[in-house]
């Protein structure tokens, strides 16, 4: 089945403590981003990768990290997390960045807790 | 202003209601258009979406879009309990540079259809 495989799925998570998300894509899409979604924010986009080792700050990246090392993976990296971190998190896909006009597939989520 | 602005609701009909959701934005180089569909604890998933001015319908679903107004909307005919959820718009100008890639959300709007 083609999809974006988001882990872990929740996590409470204490300040200043390094974590990882990580995101899988089984579909050889080249473009890769991150997003969260935040209530009467909407979704906003963190960071975004047009193919392996090409990343680029979307609308809200500090606080974060990203590699793409792999075109499948697209890892999303806190180093310090912070309570104002707590969100819920969405990987997405698509095949190219012209397809990304079209739309993604988005993973199922994260939704993180920093106390 | 928000680039995309999209009544959050809540929204409730009963079934077999029609469903009118809409969005508007400030950016004139928007091209790309999208509905995406959200259930709650799970990821958007694309529904429907166009590209420039016109209408496009699938189903019970009919997008539009009117360029001169910076009008989008998304009717839903014959609605059904199954279409509870929340309505993302999207949009991208889909060119190089800034633009890239990036895809600009609405809040999104929360409809029920009540049996």
């Known amino acids: 089945e083609a999809q974006v495989t988001q882990n872990p799925r929740y996590l409470i998570t204490v300040t200043g403590k390094k974590l990882t998300v990580t995101c899988s894509q089984n579909m050889n899409h080249e473009y890769m981003s991150w997003y969260r979604q935040d209530p009467g924010l909407g979704l906003r986009q963190i960071y975004y990768?047009?193919?392996?080792?090409?990343?680029d700050k979307g609308d809200v990246p500090e606080g974060y990290k990203v590699s793409r090392k792999e075109k499948r993976n697209f890892p999303l990296i806190l180093e310090s997390p912070s309570p104002n971190q707590t969100s819920l998190y969405f990987c997405?896909?698509?095949?190219?960045?012209?397809?990304?006009?079209?739309?993604?597939?988005f993973g199922s989520g994260t939704r993180l807790t920093v106390v | 202003q928000k680039e995309v602005e999209q009544d959050p609701g809540p929204l409730s009909v009963p079934e077999g209601a029609i469903v009118s959701l809409n969005c508007t934005y400030s950016n004139s180089a928007f091209q790309y258009f999208m509905w995406y569909r959200q259930y709650s604890r799970k990821g958007p998933e694309l529904l429907m979406y166009?590209?420039?001015?016109g209408n496009k319908e699938d189903g019970r679903f009919t997008a539009q879009v009117d360029k001169s107004s910076k009008y989008i909307s998304l009717f839903i005919r014959d609605s059904q309990p199954s279409d509870s959820a929340t309505y993302l718009c999207a949009m991208s100008a889909g060119g190089r540079g800034s633009t890239l890639g990036r895809l600009y959300f609405g809040r999104g709007t929360q409809l029920t259809v009540w049996p």
């Open positions: 166009t590209y420039s001015s």
């Open positions: 990768s047009m193919n392996v080792e090409v990343t």
């Open positions: 997405a896909s698509s095949p190219n960045w012209e397809a990304s006009n079209y739309g993604y597939t």
